[in-house]
């Protein structure tokens, strides 16, 4: 093995995996969580914190954030996630 195939490896062998990148989801029940963040895939309570309060209702009593689309963190190999945010 030459020299620049021994240091392609060697450098190849450090690259970092992938880290956590955004995932966006919809607000499709409330008050009893459901996130859809794919065809197959519905996040409830147990799998989100949140920095803000996304329960939040109107005079009428209407969930002002039903229906939006949200921005997720996922952290523990993608097994739970933090909504930080609301799109509009």
């Known amino acids: 093995m ?3 195939t021994e ?3 060697l450098l190849k062998e450090r690259e970092n995996e ?3 990148s955004p995932i966006f989801g919809t607000i499709i029940e409330l008050p009893n969580t459901k ?3 794919s065809d197959k ?3 409830t309570d147990s799998y989100i914190k949140t920095l803000f309060d996304f ?7 209407e969930y002002i954030y039903l229906g939006s689309k949200v921005l997720l ?3 523990q190999n ?3 996630f933090i909504m930080i945010g609301v799109l509009r």
């Not at 329960?55 to 009593?61: E, F, G, L, R, S």
């Open 2 to 4: 030459d020299g620049i």
């Open 7 to 9: 240091l392609a490896k």
């Open 18 to 20: 992938k880290g956590y």
């Open 35 to 37: 996130i859809r963040i």
């Open 41 to 43: 895939i519905i996040l």
């Open 55 to 61: 329960k939040q209702q109107n005079a009428d009593n």
């Open 73 to 75: 963190l996922p952290y």
């Open 78 to 80: 993608n097994q739970k």
